[in-house]
């Protein structure tokens, strides 16, 4: 089982230039979420889903917006990037509504200029 | 207050000591608590998890935790070099609501 993957690896974009990060997991999880990581700041909540068909916004969702394409599928778009959004982005997915424990996807390390 | 508290560090123990990494945090609705370790560069990866007041050991890991004093602890035994990462701690409150601290780093030094 390769868990939870995510494209791309790495991406460099222009300020308003606009892209979408894909997230997919093979162990049948409920729900999917995707955080970003700066410096000092931790993992911040950007959205999540608890399941198909259902998306809630997290900590900081302003610039975001996702797609709970099916079960095993959940992309972050940003539709307009702000240098702001530079980050390293992460996508997790856990078995359960509750809080169990996450799976990590490796993260995208994206840069807006 | 931020909702969870742990000290950035970084922590520096010998080899073969006791790492302590400690966490408060805010939320007394919190249940569930988790310990994720992440390697520079890397992704977080869970190593302990946590329900009930008193310590879980799993290896040379101990996770201590006192609701009372929202309060939550993890002990290293016999730290080794490849222990060295940013120790990351997560309070859970429940349904989707999993606030994550900004991360101790430690580093055992050879």
């Known amino acids: 089982n390769a868990g939870v993957t995510q494209t791309p690896k790495f991406q460099v974009l222009k300020t308003g230039q606009s892209m979408t990060l894909q997230c997919a997991q093979d162990?049948?999880?409920?729900?999917m979420y995707w955080y970003r990581q700066d410096p000092g700041m931790g993992l911040r909540l950007i959205y999540y889903?608890?399941?198909?068909?259902?998306?809630d916004k997290g900590e900081v969702p302003n610039g975001y917006n996702v797609s709970r394409l099916n079960k095993r599928e959940f992309s972050l778009r940003l539709e307009s990037a702000a240098p702001s959004q530079t980050s390293v982005y992460f996508c997790?997915?856990?078995?359960?509504?509750?809080?169990?424990?996450?799976?990590f996807g490796p993260g995208t390390r994206l840069t807006v200029t | 207050q931020k909702e969870v508290e742990q000290n950035s560090g970084p922590l520096s123990v010998p080899e073969g000591a006791i790492a302590s990494l400690n966490c408060t945090y805010s939320d007394r609705g919190s249940q569930s608590f988790f310990w994720y370790r992440q390697y520079s560069g890397k992704s977080p990866e869970l190593i302990m998890f946590i329900y009930s007041n008193g310590d879980k050991e799993d290896g040379r890991f101990t996770a201590q935790l006192n609701k009372a004093s929202q309060y939550v602890s993890l002990l290293i035994r016999d730290s080794q070099p490849s222990d060295s990462a940013t120790y990351l701690c997560a309070p859970a409150g429940g349904y989707q609501k999993v606030t994550f601290g900004t991360g101790t780093k430690l580093q055992v030094i050879p």
């Open positions: 889903s608890a399941s198909e068909g259902t998306t």
């Open positions: 997790a997915s856990s078995a359960a509504r509750e809080a169990y424990e996450q799976y």
């Open positions: 162990m049948n999880h409920n729900s």
